[in-house]
Each structure stands twice: as C-alpha cells, then as structure tokens.
C-alpha cells in the first residue's frame, strides 16, 4: 500500500500564482525532505524537515511539517517558469536516510 | 554542494545481456548508497541500500540475482542488471550519504536510462 500519498497528482498554474502542494503519511516520520525533478534527471533537494512544527524556507519556497510530524506541505509563492516540474516528498521512517518516496505531483506553470 | 555521477546516462542494449551502471560519490566518501527505480510519470521504487565492504539489502520484492550491486570503495557502487529483458527498462537513479555527515540529506545522481530492445 502505498505509504506517502502527495496531492495534487497535478497542477497547473499561471506565473505569478501561488500553490501548496501536500504529502501525508499514515506513520509518524523521522524525517521529511522535499525534491524536485525535471522527468528523466536527478532530482534536486529543497528542504528537509525533521522536527515537528518545523518550517524552513528558501527563496520563494516554504515547507512546512506538522506537529504530529505526519503531513507536510511546500508552498511557492509567486510561481514562476522554472518552478516547473515533478515535486517528490520523501520519507525517512528509520532515521538511516532509507527514503520512501511520494507519489509526486507535477507542476506546470503558465505564462 | 556535494555530487554524485551516474554512468552512463543513457544505455541501450540487447535482450539478455547485462548491463553495468555505475554510481560515484565525486567529493564526498559514503559508506551507504541507495539504488531507486522509476517507472514512466511514477515515484521512485528504493531497490536496495548498498553498503561498503558487505552485502547489499534488498527490498522486498527485488530479485538480488537480477540486480546484482558492489560497493568495493568507500566512492563507488554498481548496479548489474543481468539477463535484461524488455521489462527491466526504467531510470535508474543513485543516491549516497556522506559518511562524515550521514544525518544531512542523501545526494542523488543524474541517474540512467535503460533501454532494453
């Protein structure tokens, strides 16, 4: 069953738009990262949250993990063309950096 | 930032011969290094965790004698898919932790592409 469940699967939004993209989990989390990937590269690392409320922002992204430390959301903010991309959370429930990963939710962004 | 290559980037090769990818930790020397796999507008599927001087572990599911993997050096590690058929084509992708610090982020590889014809 799958474990990490990400929503939107997808979006669509025009420049200059704000966006949340959410990952939840059924178990508690020893960790949380965040990464983009553009289809058939590497991905990319944005964030990682370990405690719970914690919140960490860079650029115009924000992420944000909540106290149970069970659902974590990312929010751009003033969304531009190279936002675009697969956005993937991954769960570390063991604390040796094993990831299990999101379903992942691909954004694209407008002109 | 610290880099992980993957070669090649992109393989082709025949039914039922085998195909060697390499995973190198450029900076950095990691003890543990994952290998995923990803399916078409699908998430990655950890394979299995590859650790220096021993035995890789397997997730459940994985065949070990399909996807066999080495990590002879505290920078290196090699996924060998052996007897690869149409099926096994995907993107493989790496990722290592730094032995020094092993509670920051995993580095991830460009990963490959293989295509099994």
């Known amino acids: 069953s799958q474990e990490l469940e990400q929503s939107p699967q997808s979006l669509i939004v025009q420049e200059g738009k704000n966006l949340t993209i959410n990952c939840t989990s059924s178990k508690t989390l020893y960790g949380l990262y965040w990464y983009k990937q553009k289809y058939g590269e590497g991905l990319i690392f944005l964030m990682m949250l370990q405690k719970g409320g914690e919140e960490k922002s860079h650029e115009k992204i924000t992420a944000k993990l909540d106290e149970k430390k069970q659902q974590s959301s990312l929010h751009i903010t003033a969304s531009q063309p190279s936002h675009a991309g697969i956005y993937l959370c991954g769960a570390d429930k063991g604390g040796g950096n094993k990831l299990t990963f999101g379903t992942g939710t691909q954004l694209k962004v407008e002109l | 930032g610290a880099v992980v290559s993957q070669h090649p980037s992109r393989v082709i090769c025949k039914s039922g011969t085998s195909v060697k990818i390499e995973c190198r930790s450029l900076d950095f020397q990691a003890t543990t290094m994952f290998w995923y796999r990803q399916f078409p507008k699908k998430s990655l599927m950890l394979m299995a965790t590859?650790?220096?001087?021993?035995?890789?572990?397997?997730e459940q599911g994985v065949e070990k004698d399909k996807f066999l993997i080495n990590h002879a050096s505290l920078t290196l590690s090699t996924l060998t898919v052996t007897s690869a058929h149409p099926e096994d084509s995907s993107f493989y992708i790496c990722s290592a932790l730094d032995r020094v610090l092993p509670n920051t982020e995993a580095f991830f590889g460009q990963g490959t592409r293989l295509t099994v014809v």
């Open positions: 590859s650790n220096e001087g021993s035995k890789a572990t397997y």
